[in-house]
């Protein structure tokens, strides 16, 4: 488009609702374990419904599985590698999601494929991923409308800076406050605040930039 001043060539992910990293987020709030972890306080605090954290194996065990789960879901952005071509079926993803697979390119680690929603009410799950990520639940229409609108084109000079360092996808995260970590060379992690504040957003891609 003339005048348009997103280089045309510029393709940046942004995924506001990375369900694998939610789910792990919700169950350490709702099961009260792994207070060490380096966590930042969710922003909104969901409402656990009747989840609980379920008696056997134990809580150390519990707090051992999220801890490895916490670490794989995060090692998978290493070797992530889209393919619009691919639209995976359900039984291609239950076949890469089952229990002791190793990570696949296409489909994240999930909690639910290794050990099922024991102690976790999925309603209340998603009604906090609907308070988290609204526009990820609007319909495409909606979505296009908003576009003009994003955080992306109000930080468009430090996102082009970013994106010619090699980034090309952004995790919005449910974190209180300001919140902002280079991931891999390609992937950076900002909260909801840090993205929906330019000058925060602005800051965050500057950083991501000056580390490439």
């Not at 506001?16 to 380096?38: C, E, K």
């Not at 009747?50 to 056997?56: D, G, I, K, T, V």
């Not at 952005?77 to 076949?95: A, C, H, L």
């Not at 988290?132 to 003009?148: I, V």
Request: with cysteine.
């Amino acid at each position: 488009m003339p005048r348009n001043p997103w280089p045309h060539d510029m393709i940046i992910r942004v995924d506001d609702a990375p369900q694998h990293l939610t789910i792990l987020l919700f169950i350490r709030q709702a099961w009260g374990i792994t207070d060490g972890a380096d966590v930042p306080p969710l922003d909104p605090a969901p409402d656990i419904g009747a989840s609980q954290l379920p008696e056997a194996p134990g809580r150390t065990e519990w707090e051992a599985r999220w801890h490895r789960a916490w670490e794989r879901a995060w090692q998978w952005y290493s070797m992530q590698e889209p393919d619009p071509t691919v639209r995976p079926t359900p039984g291609f993803i239950r076949e890469v999601s089952a229990p002791g697979r190793d990570l696949n390119p296409l489909i994240p680690p999930f909690w639910q494929s290794e050990y099922g929603w024991e102690g976790i009410d999925g309603d209340a799950y998603s009604a906090w991923l609907r308070r988290c990520s609204p526009h990820a639940y609007e319909q495409p229409p909606q979505r296009t409308r908003r576009a003009a609108a994003a955080p992306e084109p109000q930080s468009l000079p430090a996102l082009i800076a970013a994106w010619q360092g090699g980034l090309d996808t952004v995790i919005v995260l449910p974190y209180a406050g300001h919140f902002a970590r280079r991931i891999t060379n390609r992937h950076l992690a900002v909260s909801a605040v840090t993205r929906n504040d330019p000058a925060s957003y602005t800051r965050a891609l500057g950083s991501w930039a000056g580390q490439s």
